[in-house]
């Protein structure tokens, strides 16, 4: 290690920038955000140095600066001349800064780009609101060391405080339910109690584990237990931590097997017996996801809850075939739609569907594609009207079918047989535009338009 990394306290201390300029002005910059009290000069004032805490040197000019630096060395005050690493006491490294919470990149002046390189990377992984988690530990330090005695037991606290449902919360936005969580588990500790879990409802997208969003994939790596739907693929599962537990509860039509019931009570149970749950559902949990009744059931327990949006088969599906949902000339408008009439859902008002410049997503629409056209038809649609089947949207093994509203039951019977997997209709002018055998054919509305 050719310096040691030290942070230093510059709060109401006077510190010198020596020039003008850019760099000289990023430095002053950066020693103000750290409350330091800051003399930019463009001359060297020996007295101005005297008693600073630090001086920074970026005149440009290599005479001004070796003076600047030789002044600050007899006077004993450290000082840093840009791009100058020989006549450096200190250098400045690359900073990723989240309030509280500062990272410090450097390697040893060799080189800058690295430098930035590596920021950007860390940046990429630090949550946003880290510094807010740090300053949640920060106000429970004195109460901890006052009420947890045992070391062992004080330092399972602040893991679990960093690490856990408190953490999720504060990171997911929600300061008020992170410090009740902290609470409650400062109080368990106080008391030797095992504290509670957290369920996060994390939206898993359409397949492609490259379409999870960061937070997604933190989850699948923290998680204690990940609770999935049969739609989500193993490629999205492969990036789950190695030891955590799956939990298939897939109700895929025909053959269910857990009830929304039974799974909204083992959400419960095991966030009761203080493991982080991930309940992994395929696109996004809020859309005809059920999500919102597990986070109803979870909160009607006074549990923690987190939620984690995800990409929606709509547009995962729509952006793999290349369909634009909306499109200046030929559609002002997108409606997610079920096609699946299920008991006790509201039915759509598919005469608003129906509408010219009016696209509409059609989820679990491929099997009951004969009534979807006829609602369709009946509410006024054109049967010319294009559509488009995207079948295994984002993977592998997508398939897509393109054709008019008329034909939409004989092209979604290719897409219903046997073991075929999740398929979705997009029924609007913009349909004509996917990317298939037909793709050519289907530029003509859009010619027409133009
Ligand atoms: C119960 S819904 C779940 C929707 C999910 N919450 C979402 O936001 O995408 C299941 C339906 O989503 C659609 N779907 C999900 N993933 C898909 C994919 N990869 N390709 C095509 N359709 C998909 C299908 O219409 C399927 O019947």
Redo the contacts with the bound molecule.
């Keep these: 290690m050719k310096h040691l990394p030290l942070f230093f306290d510059l709060l109401g201390r006077r510190v010198v920038v020596v020039g003008e300029g850019p760099a000289a002005d990023r430095r002053a910059a950066l020693a103000r955000s750290a409350g330091a009290e800051v003399r930019q000069l463009s001359d060297i004032r020996v007295d101005d140095l005297r008693g600073a805490a630090a001086v920074f040197v970026a005149t440009g000019d290599l005479d001004h600066d070796t003076v600047a630096q030789r002044v600050a060395k007899s006077l004993g005050v450290p000082v840093n001349v840009a791009d100058r690493p020989a006549l450096c006491d200190f250098i400045l490294p690359a900073i990723v800064d989240r309030d509280d919470v500062v990272v410090a990149i450097s390697t040893g002046g060799a080189s800058p780009t690295l430098a930035a390189t590596l920021r950007g990377r860390i940046e990429a992984v630090l949550p946003e609101r880290i510094g807010s988690l740090a300053r949640l530990a920060a106000t429970f330090r004195a109460q901890v060391n006052a009420l947890i005695v045992d070391p062992a037991r004080r330092r399972t606290f602040w893991r679990r405080l960093v690490e856990g449902p408190a953490a999720r919360l504060v990171l997911a936005g929600d300061d008020a339910g992170a410090r009740r969580t902290a609470l409650g588990e400062l109080d368990d500790a106080r008391r030797r109690l095992a504290p509670v879990g957290i369920a996060h409802i994390v939206g898993a997208g ?2 492609d584990p490259d379409l999870l969003t960061l937070k997604a994939a933190q989850l699948l790596r923290e998680a204690d237990v990940i609770l999935h739907d049969d ?1 989500v693929p193993p490629a999205v599962l492969a990036r789950a931590r190695r030891d955590a537990e799956l939990v298939p509860v897939g109700k895929r039509k025909g053959r269910a097997r857990w009830t929304q019931d039974e799974i909204n009570a083992e959400l419960v149970r095991r966030v009761r017996a203080s493991q982080t749950v991930v309940r992994l ?5 809020f ?3 059920r999500g919102g009744e597990e986070v109803g059931a979870l909160r009607e327990a006074g549990l923690p809850v987190a939620i984690v949006p ?1 990409v ?2 709509a547009l ?2 729509a952006a793999s075939v290349g369909i634009p949902l909306t499109h200046r000339k030929l559609a002002s408008a997108v409606t997610f739609v079920s096609g699946h009439s299920a008991e006790g859902s509201r039915e759509a008002a598919w005469p608003a569907l129906a509408a010219q410049g009016h696209t509409l997503a059609i ?3 491929a099997t009951e594609a004969a009534s979807v056209r006829d609602r369709l038809l009946r509410a006024g649609a054109e049967p010319t009207t294009p559509v488009a089947i ?6 592998p093994d997508e398939r897509l079918s393109t054709g008019r509203l008329a034909d939409l039951a004989r092209l979604a019977a290719s897409h219903s047989r046997g073991d075929a ?4 209709i997009i029924v609007g002018d913009v349909a004509a535009l996917a990317s298939g055998d037909f793709a050519e054919e289907w530029q003509q509305p859009l010619a027409k338009v133009s």
């Design positions: 359409p397949g739609l559902k395929a696109g996004d949990p859309v005809f996801g995800g929606t088969a995962g599906c989820y679990m629409g995207i079948e295994n949207g984002t993977r997997g999740p398929s979705l």
